[in-house]
């Protein structure tokens, strides 16, 4: 009987300490395990945001930089003239050139983003690209026209009056400023608005432009975080640096 007893208190079960002590510690772990998955889950989503707001930014540091840059520019020099390839023009949504005129701009009312326009003549195959990513492989010469402005939250580009097609999103703000040589002496002295360069007509006179474009910042509902973020380029023009 003795032995048998011995044998009985061995093979007792767990008592409902040990098996709340085991619960609690599982709960522990699984508590743990959980908030390390939310941690990651929530810096992926970081990260991730991080990179699209890069991309937006690096694609409209891109984009402009190509059409402002070759803005004025017409293929030939030596028997073309800038008044000839890029002539008057007038009644546009986006503004009013004058013939070799290679930007115009409006300002922004009430805090509503500019608009930027910049015209360049190119040769067939150059390889000089429009606001849409596309070249001239017309066979001819020919003008392109790039207009940008904010839409819906979107920078677009609409080419040659054409349909508005957006860039990248995001966007709450587009600001540009224009780096003017007031004085014409080949130097940019000032730095006016689209309306203070129309009221003075000194946008011959224009030689760079100082873009400014505001992104929602995706990180805003963090504690010190601004609701918005700026980048701004500043960038000449063919031939009037």
């Known amino acids: 009987m003795r032995h048998l007893r011995r044998i009985g208190i061995h093979q007792a079960g767990l008592s409902i300490v040990e098996i709340l002590v085991a619960m609690v510690i599982a709960l522990f772990m699984l508590s743990a395990l959980i908030t ?3 941690s990651m889950r929530s810096t992926f989503g970081d990260q991730d945001q991080l990179a699209q707001l890069q991309d937006n930014e690096r694609l409209a540091l891109t984009v402009f930089t190509n059409a402002v840059q070759s803005a004025g520019y017409f293929p030939d020099a030596l028997n073309n003239a800038a008044t000839d390839v890029l002539p008057l023009s007038t009644g546009n949504t986006y503004g009013d050139f004058a013939a070799g005129q290679a930007v115009v701009g409006t300002s922004g009312e009430n805090g509503a983003s500019d608009t930027l326009t910049a015209r360049f003549a190119t040769a067939s195959g150059d390889g ?29 580009c609409a080419l040659d009056g054409g349909a508005a097609m957006p860039l990248v999103s995001g ?34 006179q224009v030689r760079t432009t100082k873009v400014t474009v505001t992104f929602a910042n995706p990180y805003a509902e963090h504690p010190g975080q601004p609701p918005t973020l700026s980048w701004t380029q500043t960038i000449s023009l063919m031939n009037r640096s």
């Open 171 to 204: 966007v709450t703000g587009f600001n540009v400023l224009y780096g003017t040589d007031t004085a014409n002496d080949g130097n940019v002295d000032q730095y006016l608005s689209a309306a203070a360069v129309t009221a003075a007509e000194y946008w011959p």
């Open 36 to 38: 390390m998955f939310l």
């Open 128 to 156: 000089i690209l429009n606001c849409h990513g596309q070249s001239n492989t017309s066979g001819a010469d020919a003008v392109y026209i790039n207009s940008f402005a904010v839409v819906s939250n979107a920078l677009t």
